[in-house]
């Protein structure tokens, strides 16, 4: 029984979860999927070193909750970046040292030097993990899911043509697109009738979803469909909006994911150096699933997990802190942040832990 555990709950072998992780102003996302064998593969959707705002100290939290091998190290199967941008990458080499990882899975997105820090942390990793005999792998959105264990990823985005397009771009071109080149991720388990299925964002923005939903989203063949949505980019209007001003915001790809819960990864706007969760994005989410089914973690430092059941149903729990509070980072080790500063949540009294709607499942479609 892990420390994760105690706050969290135990976690079944045939049960997939999903936990949102408070990182700050940025995001992490850890999954836990059966592999069939009565154990879990492991998959950490990107990073961030969030300590002014008593963000998750990621290191401790993986050494807590990963299997270790014959040398007492963590194992983490896979790392997955979204786009490398410092608040999706931010810690990593501490968990490069920290964790032994199997395989880096990535956009493909190359930066310029503005962004070479993350981005040349994402490389240091990839060839550590090949010189282990690990496997990077360069994501492409495919009409079809891959097996990962006893569930399914799928990648939605970026397109092969989008990535090419990119490339070709000069670096300033680059900067400005890395949304556009953004992962998408549709995680599935469950029933073979009835799948729960999870979507994972990043910070992709909207001509990346005009897009996706035209090639994933027709109702004929709707492959963006999922009961739990996170929000892109921190619930920013970039999701809907070329600007913030933009006459022609975008719904259509909401309306054809049909969430049943969103999960808003961001601090409060007066913590967020970039005003995240954006309200009128926020008023659209709260409209499409009703206000009490928009989980935001706030500067609070809440974080999320979604138990996704093989009998096809799933629920929904929160931490009210817990996680934030147990693997703080130590006091004098607090450098490297992810900007934002205010009023993080404080270290203190032990966690409350709080479960929406854990008695009754949900999801069965």
Sequence with gaps: MTIA?????????DTMRVIFLYVGQGEATLVLMPDGNGRHLSMLVDCNRGAALKGIDLPKLLVDVLP????GRAVLDVFANTHPHSDHLGGLDDIRKAVQVGAVWHSGHKPSAAHQGPHGDLQALIKEVLGRGGAEV???GSRSPTTWGAGEVH?????DYIVDEIADETPEQRDVRIHDQCTVLRLAYGNGSSKIRVLLTGDSDKQAWIRI????????????????????????????????????PYEEHLAAIAPERVIISAPDPKDSKHGHPDQDALERYEKAVGKDFVHHMGS????FFVDVYANGSYTLGDD?????????????KNGGDDGGGGSGMKKGSPAVISRVERSRPMGAR
């Design 155 to 159: 990648v939605l985005s970026p397109a």
């Design 320 to 332: 009210r802190g817990g996680l934030a509070r147990e693997f703080a980072f130590d006091e004098d």
């Design 5 to 13: 555990d105690d706050i969290l709950g135990p976690l079944e072998s």
């Design 300 to 303: 609070r430092g809440w974080s």
């Design 213 to 248: 939903t035209k090639y994933h989203g027709r109702p004929e063949e709707n492959r963006v469909q999922s009961h739990v949505l996170s929000a892109s980019h921190h619930g920013s209007y970039t999701f809907f909006k070329d600007r913030d001003d933009d006459p022609e």
């Design 138 to 140: 360069k994501l492409i």
């Design 68 to 71: 270790k091998n014959s040398a």
